[in-house]
């Protein structure tokens, strides 16, 4: 686990994220405070529970995680918990993040007018794309909070690069044989390509790996789909 954390931050990522959410929280314990240690007090911390815990196990652990320096505690509950991620904010120095597993805009409204993220983390591809990620964009600025899209950064770091506030970019290469151009990184920073569009063309192995192929053409009346 360190050695990937000095190759990620070798490589120019900004910050580290690990897993806790196992049963024994100790172990959990033990695995924060060896990444902090090992990082130092300068490099960003967070930790993403998936989900694992419930609110009392959130608040306690919660507390225990403040003596790390976090930059945040990642889904500590069930993600549409939104009053019990709203309580666990309130009550933690650690900001709380939020919000991937969410499918619409409209529940991220929820989610943000109750009070339940310091970091918002819409995924466009989830919430329905663009579009309703703007909306969930635009709520977070209104309330001054900050922003760490989940996932898909090919799409995310456009996004990040235009909210007026703190924004992170997750990174992960899953999707980097997808493309033919990569992101790049420099200084814990991630550039925004000037290249057209997103910036990125599809790989000849993406092609490879498409199986089937449609074409969407609209009407006065409606979109019809027609078989490639």
């Known amino acids: 686990m360190l050695d990937n954390a000095d190759a990620a931050l070798a490589r120019g990522i900004g910050g580290i994220k690990i897993k806790v959410g196992q049963s024994d929280t100790t172990a959990d314990l033990r695995r924060v405070q060896a990444v902090r240690e090992h990082l130092g007090a300068d490099t960003a911390l967070?930790?993403?529970a998936n989900q694992q815990w419930d609110r009392v196990t959130a608040r306690r652990f919660g507390r225990t995680l403040e003596q790390s320096r976090l930059t945040w505690i990642e889904e500590p509950l069930e993600a549409r918990d939104a009053e019990g991620h709203a309580a666990l904010a309130a009550s933690l120095d650690t900001p709380v993040a939020t919000g991937e597993m969410l499918t619409s805009a409209e529940e991220h409204t929820r989610l943000i007018d109750a009070g339940a993220a310091?970091?918002?983390q819409p995924d466009a591809p989830r919430v329905g794309g663009i579009t309703p990620f703007l909306r969930v964009m635009a709520l977070a600025?209104?309330?001054?909070l900050s922003l760490a899209p989940h996932f898909a950064m090919e799409v995310h770091l456009h996004l990040a690069a235009a909210y007026p506030r703190?924004?992170?970019?997750?990174h992960f290469e899953w999707l980097e044989p997808l493309f033919n151009e990569r992101l790049e990184l420099s200084g814990g920073r991630m550039r925004v390509p000037d290249r057209p569009g997103?910036?990125?063309s599809l790989s000849d192995r993406a092609a490879a790996w498409t199986v089937d192929r449609c074409a969407f053409s609209v009407t006065d009346r409606e979109a019809v789909a027609v078989p490639g």
Do not use: I, N, R
């Not at 600025?141 to 001054?144: G, I, P, Q, V």
């Open 118 to 120: 310091d970091f918002v």
């Open 198 to 200: 997103l910036g990125l």
């Open 46 to 48: 967070m930790v993403d």
């Open 166 to 170: 703190t924004a992170w970019v997750e």
């Open 141 to 144: 600025d209104h309330k001054a």
